[in-house]
């Protein structure tokens, strides 16, 4: 019997893209990519989700990149930007799951303790939840086993009687292996449905 709900945050509830800063930045698209894919990456990005400081995190990348300093320090400077409108498909989702109080609902993101306050400042919903788990705070970030035992443990979830949404397919295996149904995410439309299916909607 499932008594519990796990949602991932950015791309499943609310859409976050550097994107809408770096285009009002470069004028061609292309090295507006071949920033981010060689500069700001995500794996640095996950690190600073992991808990290093987000000045760390800049000093470092500006000293390996000085001739970028200015996009770079952009990255944290406006990250507030970065963040677009919440996917009100999902929130529908939730809110529907929420109101039936048949389940716990909590979440478990990879995100920077420095930023997510400005996230929970903007978007209600991330109020609804009976418990947040955020990876910069814990110091450790999905897919690590280790990361989702904090939330079993501290919320006394069974994984047998819990589905986690994740939008990113390996977390979606972390979690499987560690015996929580999973739910690839890729859209609202496709949730709905797998959630009939297993009769939780």
């Known amino acids: 019997?499932?008594?519990?709900?796990?949602?991932?945050?950015?791309?499943?509830?609310?859409?976050?893209n550097p994107h809408?800063?770096?285009?009002?930045?470069?004028?061609?698209?292309?090295e507006m990519h071949d920033f981010?894919?060689?500069?700001?990456?995500?794996?640095?990005?996950?690190?600073?989700?992991?808990?290093r400081s987000l000045q760390e995190g800049t000093d470092l990348l500006v000293a390996r990149f000085p001739e970028h300093e200015a996009n770079i320090r952009a990255f944290y400077g406006r990250w507030?930007?970065?963040?677009?409108?919440?996917?009100?498909?999902?929130?529908?989702i939730f809110k529907q799951l929420k109101e039936s109080s048949k389940y716990k609902i909590y979440a478990l993101?990879?995100?920077?303790?420095?930023?997510?306050?400005?996230a929970q400042a903007r978007f209600d919903f991330l109020n609804w939840f009976d418990g947040v788990?955020?990876?910069?705070?814990?110091?450790?970030?999905?897919?690590a086993p280790e990361f989702f035992q904090i939330l079993l443990d501290r919320y006394n979830v069974n994984p047998a009687e819990a589905v986690f949404i994740d939008d990113n397919?390996?977390?979606v295996v972390a979690a499987e292996k560690m015996g929580i149904k999973s739910i690839h995410f890729k859209s609202a439309?496709?949730?709905?449905?797998?959630?009939?299916?297993i009769a939780i909607l």
């Open 169 to 171: 397919y390996r977390n």
């Open 189 to 197: 439309e496709e949730l709905s449905e797998e959630l009939r299916a």
């Open 133 to 143: 788990v955020v990876s910069g705070t814990e110091k450790m970030r999905k897919p």
């Open 1 to 16: 019997m499932i008594n519990t709900i796990i949602f991932d945050l950015g791309a499943v509830l609310i859409d976050w």
């Open 36 to 51: 981010l894919a060689n500069v700001c990456t995500s794996d640095w990005n996950e690190e600073q989700d992991a808990g």
């Open 109 to 118: 993101t990879n995100w920077s303790a420095e930023t997510f306050p400005f």
């Open 80 to 92: 507030i930007e970065m963040l677009g409108e919440p996917f009100h498909g999902t929130v529908e």
């Open 20 to 30: 809408y800063v770096y285009k009002t930045i470069f004028d061609d698209e292309q």
